[in-house]
């Protein structure tokens, strides 16, 4: 199996689809000549042309609300923003257009568009490009939102987002670019609404999303070394959300630890929690716990990050505080 980049992937899935049908286009800032601003559209507009794959001004409402209307003509528009920060101005069209022009029409219009680019925290880029939407999107009725954390799931998500009849926000983390993974060669979809087990425990269950992945999976190693098992629940798709995959793992383990990357009033974590008391509360055997961004704008000083990040000590610390050792 080919070991790539989780950029490489997303091309994959971008050459892939649009390979397949030819109503899919691209078009965001520097997606054609500059081949996207972190290269995931590489190669397309030499493969498939202006009418393609377009550039755009630095107009994200307008962009987007251009997205919607082609999707409203039977297209299948693909909406990247250079950064979800950026997106922020173009929610009007995401929210009060994309999310609800199925049931405002009465059926009458589907609306087969995705919205992606990268999401969170990269390393000092500073408060107002370092933000976690997922809970912001994905409090929405109306879109599928998908944080995607390997290059597998990257390219699989993506394409299924593609293919969806309904508008599908793709969550791509800022700092997975440039790592890499084993993906098929073989063509594949990984299904919206779906949670992995990346790894399988018995004494903590950590249930988590997109980046936090990668932090999860760390734990689960040192934590391995100290006799501590656990399983890592990815729940790839965070709109709808699997909520059997939770029960699921927490019943098996009794404890249960939250990772996300965004902040902790209303976050993703919040509804893990609820779903785990709904569904669990017999079960548990210790309060669930959860880590999280601190509750402040991200700092710039390098050092100041670092403390307002979720990291792979603060997940430790929490399994071991459900664990009730140390």
Same mark, same amino acid.
């Given at each position: ?152 799931? *990257? !390219? =699989? @998500?993506? %394409?299924? $987002?593609?293919? +969806?009849?309904?508008?599908? &926000? ?6 997975? /670019? ?122 710039? *000083? !390098? =050092? @100041?990050? %670092?403390? $307002?990040?979720? +990291?792979?000590?603060?997940? &430790? ?6 664990? /009730?050792?140390?």
């Amino acid at each position: 199996m080919a070991v790539i980049t989780y950029r490489e992937a997303l091309n994959q899935a971008l050459r892939e689809e649009m390979s397949r049908d030819d109503r899919v286009f691209l078009m965001g800032e520097e997606v054609a000549q500059y081949n996207g601003a972190y290269k995931v559209s590489k190669g397309l507009l030499d493969e498939f042309g202006e009418m393609r794959v377009v550039d755009t001004p630095i107009t994200e409402l307008g962009f987007a609300g251009v997205g919607v209307g082609a999707a409203m003509v039977g297209l299948r528009p693909i909406i990247e923003f250079m950064t979800w920060n950026f997106a922020i101005l173009a929610l009007d069209q995401v929210v009060n257009s994309a999310a609800k022009m199925l049931y405002m029409s009465g059926g009458q219009y589907p609306m087969p568009m995705v919205f992606r680019g990268p999401n969170g925290a990269a390393l000092q880029l500073s408060a107002q490009h370092s933000q976690a939407f997922e809970s912001w999107l994905a409090h929405i009725p109306g879109i599928k939102v998908v944080t995607p954390g390997t290059p597998y799931d *990257a !390219k =699989g @998500l993506l %394409k299924a $987002a593609i293919r +969806d009849d309904n508008p599908v &926000i793709v969550l791509e983390g800022e700092m997975l /670019y440039n790592t890499k993974g084993e993906v098929p060669e073989h063509e594949y979809i990984v299904p919206i609404g779906k949670a992995d087990l990346k790894r399988e425990g018995s004494d903590c269950s950590i249930i988590t999303n997109g980046k936090m992945v990668l932090v999860a999976m760390k734990a689960a190693d040192e934590l391995a070394k100290e006799g501590i098992k656990v399983d890592v629940v990815d729940l790839r798709t965070v709109r709808p959300m699997d909520v059997e995959a939770i029960a699921t793992s927490v019943r098996k383990t009794n404890r249960a630890v939250v990772l996300e990357e965004g902040w902790e009033l209303a976050g993703i974590g919040a509804q893990v929690v609820d779903y785990v008391q709904r569904e669990c509360f017999d079960d548990l055997d210790a309060p669930v716990v959860r880590v999280h961004q601190e509750d402040v704008p991200m700092p710039y *000083a !390098k =050092g @100041l990050e %670092k403390s $307002a990040k979720p +990291d792979l000590a603060k997940t &430790i610390a929490a399994v071991k505080k459900v664990m /009730y050792v140390d």
